[in-house]
């Protein structure tokens, strides 16, 4: 089989525009890499709502999503912290947006999905449903106090 100059130089720029596509998807994973979601193996656990305190400045949140409330709906932490979010859904899909942080991850039956946040300044930021889940959609809300307007540390 015989291949025709030009149709070589076409498939070599393909192939190389390719490499370049799947490198640049490779090397953005490395460097926003704590910015995407990962999922975790499911477990009952995580349908508790809890905030846990591993230090002073680490909290783990086992975040619940249902018709039509977060749970918990207070999460209170120190200024500097850092949480790692576990989320699940008790029933329809549901959408876990923290605007200001850039977080947008889904709430899904029988899945976790994981994200590791930040929280340097003091604020209340507001974690919205952007998924439409039914009636009570549009209030459902929760909010992470850093440092204001009292703490439970
Ligand atoms: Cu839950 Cu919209």
Known sequence: ???????????????????????SILYARGKFKSDLPECVPYDKAYEVPVIKKVDDRTYQVFAVARMWVFEPSQIYIPVGSEVDFYLTSKDVVHGFNIAEKNINMMAIYGNINKTTVKFDKPGVYKITCHEYCGTGHQNMQAEVIVNYPKNNK
């Open 1 to 23: 089989m015989t291949i025709d100059k030009s149709e070589k130089k076409v498939l070599m720029a393909t192939g190389s525009i390719l490499a370049l596509f799947i490198f």
